[in-house]
């Protein structure tokens, strides 16, 4: 059924523009004075390359969605617009949970908090706020524009800009008038809660050289999934001990059955000043604060029904974050010069259920968890060996760039500037088991089995610059570049705890990691030297260090991976007329290595990406059609690749080569007056050139002991799928003192791989295509509007990612999808 509706929907789709698109070529033959231009309104003014320029007149592949196209379509997060995109894809766990990748660039396993930094660079206004650990999931409302650029965009936005930059750029105070609105919606979602938000901004002139904009929000969105009964049984047909009281192997969840438990609210706000100094010198100080709280999960379990799960444990997340930021811009002479700093300070808590990975170890050993590995309490008997975790992150970033630009008219011009940041994350994780003895605890954390507590600080220092020089009037080059440093680190503690009556490993068997690799004052291990001094711990909060180096004199460093290098961008741009214009350029994006937190794996080394692109940009039928497209080829050398190893231990190393083909386009028709049609789509092709090893092999055979082939040659790179479409339509027409208007969104997506890995992606299953649509209809007039609208009006399970919860687990996947269909009416007013 759902394959016949999305047929459905295409070819309406389809059918809908060539009906209207008729017309317009149509006019061709017509005066130009009758043919519809494109509102100026629609004319967007990006800052892509550092300056202002008009959307049509930069040389890269680039899409902008405006203030009129974000609230027209009622987008206020990061998946909503994202659909818009059609060279961006992303992996999701929960909202704020979100890894993004760009073009194809994605070898899945990303978004860990001590992983790789992310590929795709994520901007507010001039500050970066990409994080270790997930994207930044902006609230977007009172929104200027968000400018997505595809392709390295390394020479002005950095090492997390390797496949891509996406920018949230906001509105800014202005101080020629007051001004505000106040925006508010109610929903409904189908087989589950009311959801709704209300939004609202002010912008008060405080005199003729400053003004202040503040904003608020508070969002709620209901919950769909069902947490429903069921029961786990553990082997306890040879049990080593006793069993506890009331412990029988079996055991149930009717304590956290419940309907519709994934909901998640959202509120905060976000105040800027703005302050003319003179004529010149501007300063915009800005805050923002975002809270987000999330019950349940997003994902659910096919094998147990539609939309439900079987939970054990509470699952909850609570994040928050807050960032002041400072821009000035002036002049000096003809020259503009800009000074942008900011920092920011994200936490997030959470607490989830771990009964899977419980429940795989237990048919994974021969006698179960309770003969196996003898889980027992203080008294020796065998106790439920279901785990809970608590876990929390602690991100800090700091960025500063300063940077110069000559006059944008001249012949000869340039960009060039200074950058820094450093990001930090004080990394636990805590693996509970009720009742769990003394002795089988990481030591100091009485029922704690496992500990990760760690210090993660990555730091970037950069210098870069482009020039741009006019050959012919019509005829431009440019060339840039970044020459970097990057310096990252990671100290602390991972695993298990040892018994103090015992020999140097707990009860669990295990003496690879955790207390029995901590630093002794000898420079040695517990391990191998059980009776020396144990090193009190570096990162406060752990019983002791396992991961650093031992320095000498009782000093534990961290362990490093630092480098430095140089990125390139080349690009020559013909405009052959006022309305075509061509482009072609090669350019280098990278990432920075880093540190495995298993201390006993190596380091990673960098990746690099090379993009081979020539686009076009055309404004047609005076004005009423805007056709752009890019057609690329990037190599990705030795990717970084982050998989769950031994015990479930992310671990990264760098796989082999990947080359990516592609095409992107994007169109915005206007062909009669109060009809607007925009349509963007892209086709990817990402595949591994030589075999992916388990153990990092430069030969890629994938031979010697204990290696073997993950992923073979010519395997599709996953997550990003090999078509991404989408088109909307808006009709507005008068009615009386009202405009009436009619809105549509169609976006679809082929299917995609959930892994790299071969073994993996095929226990895992591949995320299957799918179609969406979202229609409105409402009304504006002078200082009120209203709209009544349906989101996913098929009530289609876009899948947007597949996971497992740990390396052995061949069963129990868990399928995130969209909200199901979701009815509602909204309203503003303006004042």
Known sequence: ?????????????????????????????????????????????????????????????????????????????????????????????????????MRGVASGGDGNHSGSLPSVGVYLDEQPVTTIGGTLDVHVYDIARIESLSGPQGTLYGASSQAGTIRIITNKPDTTGFSGAVDA????????????????????????????????????????????????????SAPSAPLAAGYTGTVNNSAFVKKNFNTNEVYGGRAALKVDLDDNWTVTPTVIYQQQKTKGIFGYDKSV????????????????FVQAALTIEGKV??????????????????????????????????????GDLYFTNAAGRVIDPRQFVVSTDHFKKMSQEFRVASPQEDRFRIVAGLFYQRQSNLIHQD??????APAMSVNGYAGTLWLTQQHRVDKDYAMFGEASFDILPNLTLTGGGRAFIYDNSLIGFYGFGRNPAGEPYNGVGSSGTGVAACFTASGSTVRNDPTGTVLPPVVAGGPCTNLGVYLGNGVIAPKKASGQGFTHRLNLTWKATDDLLFYGTWSRGFRPGGINRQGTLPPYEPDYLTNYEIGFKTTLLDGALRFNGAFYLQDWKAFQFSFLGLNSLTQIQNGSNARIKGVEADIN????????????????????RQNICNAADPTFACTGPGNFILTPGGTTLPI????????????????GSAKVHFQGLIAHQSSASSDVRVIPAAALGRLQGYTTGDFAIGAEFDKFSIEAFVQN???????????????????????????????????????
């Open 793 to 831: 009006a098929w009530d289609e399970r876009a899948e947007l990612s597949r996971s497992q919860s740990c390396s052995v687990c061949t069963q129990r996947n868990y399928t995130v999808v969209n909200t199901p269909r979701t009815i509602g009416v909204r309203a503003g007013a303006k004042f």
């Open 333 to 370: 002479g003809n020259w503009d010069v800009t000074y942008a700093g900011a920092y920011l300070d994200r936490t997030a808590a959470q607490q989830s259920d771990y009964t899977d990975y419980a429940e795989i170890y237990d048919t994974f050993y021969t006698n179960g968890l309770a």
């Open 305 to 320: 029904g539609d939309l439900k799960v079987q939970r054990f444990a509470p699952d909850t997340r609570k994040e928050r």
């Open 669 to 688: 028709l206007q062909p009669i007056s109060g009809l607007t049609i925009t349509a963007s789509g892209a086709y990817t092709d990402a595949k591994t």
């Open 720 to 735: 990003t799928p090999k078509f991404k479409i989408n088109g909307t339509a808006r009709y507005t027409i008068p009615v």
């Open 185 to 236: 919606e109610v929903n409904t979602v189908k087989g589950g809660g009311v959801g709704g938000k209300v939004e609202g901004f002010i912008n008060a002139p405080l005199s003729d050289m400053a003004a202040l904009r503040v904003v608020g929000f508070y969002q709620r969105d209901a919950g769909y999934i069902d947490n429903v009964a069921g029961t786990r049984s553990f082997n306890v």
């Open 1 to 101: 059924m759902h394959i016949t509706k999305r047929r459905i929907a295409l070819a309406t789709m389809l059918a809908s523009v060539a009906v209207i698109a008729s017309p317009a070529l149509a006019q061709d033959q017509a005066p130009a004075e009758t043919r519809p231009a494109i509102d100026d309104s629609d004319d967007i003014i990006v800052t892509a390359q550092k300056r202002e320029e008009n959307l049509q007149n930069v040389p890269i592949s680039i899409q902008a969605l405006g203030t009129k196209k974000l609230d027209q379509l009622n987008i206020s997060n990061f998946a909503e617009f994202s659909q818009l995109l059609p060279s961006v894809s992303f992996q999701s766990s929960q909202p704020g949970l979100t890894t993004v990748y």
């Open 431 to 436: 693996y509970q088991i009720a009742n769990l």
